[in-house]
T-cell receptor, first 111, second 114 residues
């Protein structure tokens, strides 16, 4: 089945630093979604991407839909303590309605 | 986005028993899904809840273990049957509205089986 590999697995950074994480697929995806999950909560949608090459921002977050349609990137600028959480990429591939999730990136921000 | 409420938010259950989780949405949605998130893991799709008909299960999940109902466009239930400690997970309800591919999640039900 389709798999999404997300890297890095975890990041420990200082407040104010920029963060980059990426997600790669073995097959082409039509839509990429990025979520953040706080402890004890469900994932919250951050950014949605629909076209290859698309670059979309949401505040300090910027995500890109890779040209090959097999990858996506999320950048967080000037991190703050409340950015702590697990970030998941997710996407739809082929004709399926099934949303496939990446393995997640744990972000820790030290004040 | 729709407001999604799950009940219960958490429970501790004895092995061999069953638990039914409810998912209520504040507006009609086209699609409802159930996911499982095992400790420290990512989300895995259990099934698509179909209104008025049997749910569509993913590989590795069966109706006898995870019966699902969806009587209308705003409500669904997932039952975890004959529970064992391996069923200890977070169970999440997800919805999509209209033709959008954006999926939204409830807060999850944290299940511990002892």
């Amino acid at each position: 089945g389709q798999q999404l590999n997300q890297s890095p697995q975890s990041m420990f950074i200082q407040e104010g630093e920029d963060v980059s994480m990426n997600c790669t697929s073995s097959s082409i995806f039509n839509t990429w979604l990025w979520y953040k999950q706080d402890p004890g909560e469900g994932p919250v949608l951050l950014i949605a991407l629909y076209k290859a090459g698309e670059l979309t921002s949401n505040g300090r977050l910027t995500a890109q839909f890779g040209i090959t349609r097999k990858d996506s990137f999320l950048n967080i600028s000037a991190s703050i303590p409340s950015d702590v959480g697990i970030y998941f990429c997710a996407g739809y591939g082929g004709a399926t309605n099934k949303l496939i999730f990446g393995t997640g990136t744990l972000l820790a921000v030290q004040p | 986005s729709a407001v999604i409420s799950q009940k219960p938010s958490r429970d501790i259950c004895q092995r061999g028993t069953s638990l039914t989780i409810q998912c209520q949405v504040d507006s009609q949605v086209t699609m409802m899904f159930w996911y499982r998130q095992q400790p420290g893991q990512s989300l895995t799709l259990i099934a698509t809840a179909n209104q008025g008909s049997e749910a569509t299960y993913e590989s590795g999940f069966v109706i006898d273990k995870f019966p699902i109902s969806r009587p209308n466009l705003t409500f669904s239930t997932l039952t975890v049957s004959n529970m064992s400690p391996e069923d200890s997970s977070i169970y999440l309800c997800s919805v999509r509205t209209g033709v959008s591919t954006e999926a939204f999640f409830g807060q999850g039900t944290r299940l511990t089986v002892v």
